[in-house]
């Protein structure tokens, strides 16, 4: 361990210093083949109770490598009689090397009811933070170490405060753990911990980390130099704000817009700039108020914290108010909603169908009565349901505002035929200040013609999507069924599948269908992600049948031509009448079969927009790309650059020569992209106090369809080269559809670390009828992709890896927010 000390004698030493080591005595293995009864006199004297058996090889716990976990550790192992606690001191001494190794054996501690492991430095990186890893809920001292269960995280950054701590058991871990630090000069170290019900911590072991040979410099310094400023934006964020309901702020990565999904829990400055103007600045709520729900002032959706996309809840709760609603009604509402999310943060990836009630949905009154009790009076209720109900009978309609935003992309759709291969063309001969010219001018149609659209006909498919499950809800549709129109939908997506299948068998030529589809990219707004006509492998391995996922389901395969006999849909008389029924009572006139061919349009809509507008997003990083070619930047280069840097080109003069400002410009780019992924901040940030004491939440997935699948595990990473993916449940970060092309690879099922239930990929995967996991999130993903196999069970709400029983990883389903 330290330098002439094994774990035992460490132990011993720090017992000797007063710190609370459950009590021990050790010999070496030679001495206990030696003298059996003379080691078991020594543990005589431990006295009665449960014993813990533990290996202390010298080849333990260096400087250079831990080998954490390498031998055997036996617990609760019986003081008397002797033989088993002899069988259990031969099972541990058989691993060890050395007859100088040695044993250790320890009282139990008792009535654990937290116990982890604690490092006081981040082991990747070397960042200031406490980063504790705790099992709370098995009251074993093991779970930890061992991997055997399902752990918790929390970081503390190491300034924080001791009245900062709203926990007593965290609070005294990090009490423990300075008080180490202390005796040890303040040496990066590794601490194992256990809790009682007294809330005692007891010290079961201390070595020091051995990865700080890989830590960056200035790593501690630089982040204590901007935690500071980033708790105080923080702070700013959470007071009222003039112009919007509600007296606080919440921020999440992934509600409203998902830009976790879309760029990254770290982006970059361009896509991250890009993402900012195309979506996030003013189109979000633009969409929304074309739809008849509230004005807003010009606020931004998504902020920046430490380098971090949020999104800020209460914009985006504000937007879903409809438009003439009485301020007081608001006012109540958006705080009702903040304190729902505050108290289920599990629900962060779901908030249009969990905590705002965005359109008139059946069983409209039950839904806000059970969610948010004595919230309205009657006649509030009675208002709310009013607007609500105009601005959904307005939506359905037809030639509504669905209609009017398709039209807007077909006419971008039009203009990209006509003008972008002639652009494309042209592009390459212009100087650097005519092509910053070019991308303003690309980036206003995409706005216009693109993401604004887009944002109305993603708002009809979360629409479409919140009357499905209120029809499900009500036993007016049952799930299946719902699985079945869902595939029945033609989308862009799906002819993608079958043009990429055509050109295997040789009946499209590669050339065609590049032209068609050669501009998507796994991260849209991602330069250095290759697109689909940059990539040489996108045809080598030749798909093979997509198989069923889910008997009598009649989903589609491939077959003959191309895809088979396509999945048809029609309402069955009772579901009709059920249906015709919800909408006589919400007072809506769209009936039974306009509503599913409304629900068609706006899923395939949704899609087709996407599609659509991003041809214009890749055609803008093109440009970009050609621009940093002016100036000799790679493509990393410019991932380090915000549009803006190169928009304020073509307003004002530079202060220096171009290629030196913008190399300044890059440089600081990078450096904050590089600060900002030092700091440790959690899925969402409801107090400045949250900036120190993070806890890492687990999201609860959201489950597409009801099929069960147990199969090889396969991370696929878009920057490396593809594996074979036939038969294996894909994990992939993000729901985005550059990753289309998956679905040619007889996949198995599908799990995302971030993507929500109305994202592109659970729309695909309902398509296929393919079990997926969507927006697992940081824990349940990372444990997923270090997982051999895994099992995914849609309908009981569960992705375990397999051979684990249900006792050790409860299914994800039930999985919620860690706080210790």
């Avoid at 890989?214 to 708790?231: C, F, Q, T």
């Avoid at 080109?649 to 190399?663: A, H, I, K």
Wanted: proline residues 6%; hydrophobic residues 40%; negative net charge.
């Amino acid at each position: 361990m330290f330098p002439g000390r094994s774990k035992a004698e460490m132990l011993s030493y720090l017992s000797e210093e007063g710190f609370p080591v459950p009590a021990l005595t050790f010999f070496t293995l030679g001495q206990w083949r030696e003298s059996p009864d003379e080691c078991l006199n020594k543990i005589e004297k431990l006295g009665a109770g449960l014993l813990a058996v533990r290996s202390s090889s010298r080849s333990e716990d260096g400087l250079e490598s831990s080998l954490a976990g390498a031998f055997e550790s036996l617990l609760n192992i019986p003081a008397w009689p002797p033989e088993p606690l002899a069988a259990a001191i031969d099972e541990v001494g058989a691993a060890l090397e050395s007859g100088d190794d040695q044993i250790l054996i320890q009282k139990m501690a008792e009535n654990v009811i937290m116990s982890g492991v604690l490092m006081t430095r981040s082991l990747d990186d070397g960042s200031p933070y406490y980063v504790v890893n705790y099992d709370d809920a098995s009251g074993r001292t093991d779970t930890v170490t061992s991997g055997r269960g399902v752990s918790k995280t929390v970081y503390v950054h190491r300034g924080v405060h001791s009245d900062d701590f709203d926990s007593p058991r965290l609070s005294a871990v990090v009490a423990l753990a300075r008080k180490l630090e202390a005796l040890f000069s303040g040496q990066p170290l590794d601490m194992e911990f256990a809790v009682d019900a007294n809330l005692e911590v007891h010290l079961l072991q201390a070595r020091p980390i051995c990865t700080t040979r890989h830590w960056a410099a200035d790593i501690e310094k630089n982040v204590n130099a901007h935690i500071g400023h980033v708790a105080e934006f923080v702070g700013q964020l959470m007071t009222p704000r003039r112009g919007l309901f509600g007296s606080r702020c919440i921020l999440g990565v992934m509600p409203d817009w998902n830009p976790a999904e879309m760029i990254g829990i770290h982006p970059r400055p361009l896509p991250l700039s890009l993402y900012r103007e195309l979506i996030t600045r003013r189109v979000w709520s633009q969409g929304r108020e074309l739809m008849g729900y509230r004005a807003l002032p010009p606020v931004e959706l998504m902020v920046s914290v430490g380098g971090r996309p949020y999104i800020d809840a209460r914009a985006s709760f504000n937007s879903f108010l409809p438009a003439g609603l009485p301020d007081a009604m608001c006012e109540k509402l958006v705080e009702a909603w903040l304190d729902r999310l505050d108290h289920n943060p599990m629900l962060h990836d779901k908030v249009e169908f969990e905590i705002v009630p965005t359109v008139l949905e059946p069983g409209f009154e039950e839904v806000v009565k059970n969610r948010y009790p004595g919230l309205l009076s009657e006649a509030e209720l009675v208002e709310y349901r009013v607007r609500l109900s105009d601005l959904t009978g307005r939506a359905m309609s037809p030639s509504g505002s669905l209609d009017r935003a398709l039209g807007d992309i077909e006419r971008l759709r039009a203009l990209q035929e006509a003008s972008l291969s002639t652009e494309r063309r042209a592009a390459e001969n212009l100087g650097q200040f005519d092509l910053a010219l070019k991308i303003a001018e690309s980036l206003e149609q995409c706005r216009t013609l693109g993401t604004l659209p887009f944002a109305v006909a993603a708002r009809h498919g979360f629409i479409a999507e919140t009357w499905l499950r209120g029809a499900v809800r009500l036993g007016v549709l049952s799930p299946e069924r719902v699985e079945r129109l869902k595939r029945s939908v033609k989308t862009v997506s799906g002819e993608l599948t079958r043009d990429f299948q055509a050109v295997l068998a040789g009946r499209m030529p590669r050339r065609a269908f590049l032209r068609l589809y050669g501009h998507l990219r796994p991260g849209a707004y991602d330069l250095m992600s290759p697109s689909y006509r940059e990539r040489e492998d996108l045809f080598d391995a030749p798909p093979l049948p997509i198989p069923e996922y889910a008997a009598g389901l009649g989903r589609q395969s491939f077959v003959g031509e191309g895809f088979g006999a396509e999945t048809r849909f029609g309402l069955t008389e009772t579901e009709q009448k059920g249906l015709e029924g919800l909408f006589l009572a919400s007072g809506l006139s769209i009936g039974a079969e306009g509503f599913v061919e409304y629900v068609k349009k706006a899923v395939a809509g949704r899609e087709y927009a996407k599609f659509i507008f991003t041809r214009h997003l890749d055609h803008i990083l093109y440009l970009v790309e050609l621009w940093g070619r002016r100036l000799d930047f790679s493509r990393t280069d410019l991932t380090n650059i915000a549009i803006s840097d190169i928009l304020s080109s073509v307003f004002q003069p530079l202060p220096l020569e171009g290629r030196e400002y913008f190399r300044e410009r890059l440089a600081a780019g990078g450096r904050d992209h590089a600060l900002g992924r030092s700091f440790k901040l959690s899925y969402l940030i409801r107090s400045p106090r949250d900036v120190y004491i993070v806890p890492q939440h687990r999201s609860e997935p959201n489950f597409i369809g009801s099929g069960k699948v147990t199969a090889p595990a396969v991370h696929l990473d878009p920057g490396a080269p593809t594996p074979d993916l036939g038969g294996a449940i894909v994990c992939i970060d993000s729901a985005d559809p550059g990753y289309d092309w998956i679905f040619t690879r007889n996949i198995a099922g599908l799990v995302t670390r971030y993507g929500g239930t109305n994202s592109h990929m659970a729309i695909r995967c309902a398509e296929y009828g393919l079990p997926a996991a969507i927006g697992c999130g940081e824990m349940i993903f990372e444990t997923a992709i270090k997982s051999e196999r895994l099992t995914l069970d849609c309908a009981a709400r569960s992705l375990t890896p397999a051979g684990l029983v249900p006792a050790a990883v409860p299914p994800a389903g039930r999985l919620a927010e860690i706080l210790p």
